[in-house]
Nanobody, 118 residues
C-alpha cells in the first residue's frame, strides 16, 4: 500500500557529503512518520533520523545529518555531512509511527548503499 524507493547513495571520502532521497507512493503520505535506518553487514538495523512534524536523530549523527520532507512531492531526504567511515551502511527509508524503533515502522524500502572511505 505504501512503496518506498531510495536513491542517492554512493562512495565518498571521509568528511564529504551525500544527499539521499526517498520517493513514496500509495496512501496519504502525510499520515506517516518517515525515518531513515541503516544496516551494515553483520550488524543490526539502527535508527538514524525521523520526521513527522518535528525531527529527531540518533546521537551518532546529530549535528551532521539533516532529515527533511517535501510532503507535496511525497519525498523525504537525508542530507549527510561530515561523513565518517563508521557511517558506511545500507541506508533504508521507512514509513510508520513516530519513533526510533524498528517495530514502529510498517513499510520499508530496499535501501541504498553508502560507503565512506578513510
Amino acid at each position: 500500500q505504501v512503496q518506498l524507493v531510495e536513491s542517492g547513495g554512493g562512495l565518498v571520502q571521509a568528511g564529504g557529503s551525500l544527499r539521499l532521497s526517498c520517493a513514496a507512493s500509495g496512501r496519504t503520505f502525510s499520515s506517516y512518520a518517515m525515518a531513515w535506518f541503516r544496516q551494515a553487514p553483520g550488524k543490526e538495523r539502527e535508527f538514524v533520523a525521523g520526521i513527522l512534524w518535528s525531527t529527531y536523530y540518533a546521537d551518532s549523527v546529530k549535528d551532521r545529518f539533516t532529515i527533511s520532507r517535501n510532503t507535496a512531492k511525497n519525498t523525504v531526504f537525508l542530507q549527510m555531512n561530515s561523513l565518517k567511515p563508521e557511517d558506511t551502511a545500507v541506508y533504508i527509508c521507512a514509513a510508520g509511527r513516530y519513533g526510533d524503533k524498528v517495530n514502529l515502522y510498517d513499510y520499508w524500502g530496499q535501501g541504498t548503499q553508502v560507503t565512506v572511505s578513510s
